[in-house]
């Protein structure tokens, strides 16, 4: 089974896909991470967020097992990978990379921004999750001050909605719905509500699923 995942910054989309691919045991892929480590590979070399080509080189050249999540955290990479995600070159030089991920047994949980739209429209759960400008905002300043690299609240909330805002409007692979997507909206939800929420959302579309396999004709 398939369990595309997508959502705004700081929705709780990550926590959730994580607890639903534990709880499935199901792997899973936080595909922010692509387009984080895409940014960083080019801010590493010195080469400009502008330089589409290189973006796009660095992006073929990507593969999972390079990746290291704690160094791609944080409110500036978030930023960086919103800049190259843009490029429809770079998306498109990640598709497959995706795909394969969930080329196994049992299938994956994936996460990010076109998942249910683009990289897995035939997903057997689409989840689109959300919560309010402000009560995102407030989630990353916590995980800031937390992490122990404090920013004002009002910074916070404008790169939010900076990225909203570029998230939505890019031409490739906007950030939106799919028609067929189950919306939670996790501002007044905790995050055990939300995977409860999630879960029976994926409960139902399984029992759906077996019915119509045990109604279709056998070819005998
Ligand atoms: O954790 P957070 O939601 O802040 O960010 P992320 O999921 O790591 O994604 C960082 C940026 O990558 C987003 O702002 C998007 O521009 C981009 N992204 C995307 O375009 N498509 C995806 N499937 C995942 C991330």
Redesign the pocket.
Known sequence: MIIAIDG????G??TLAKAVAERLHLAHL????L??AVAKRLLDRGVSLDAEPEAQHVAAALDLSGLDPAALRGAEM?EA??RV??YPTVRAALVHLQRNFALRPGGAVI?????GTVIFPDAQVKLFVTASSEERARRRWRELVLGGSPLDFDAVLADIRR?DE??STRSA?PLRQAPDAVLIDTTHLEPDAALDAALAVIAEKRDRQDEAASLSPRVL
């Not at 705004?8 to 929705?11: I, K, Q």
């Not at 936080?30 to 991470?33: E, K, W």
């Open positions: 705004p910054a700081a929705s989309k990550g936080d595909s922010g991470l387009y984080r978030g990978a919103s995600a843009a996460d990010g921004r076109d998942i990225r570029r998230d692979a």
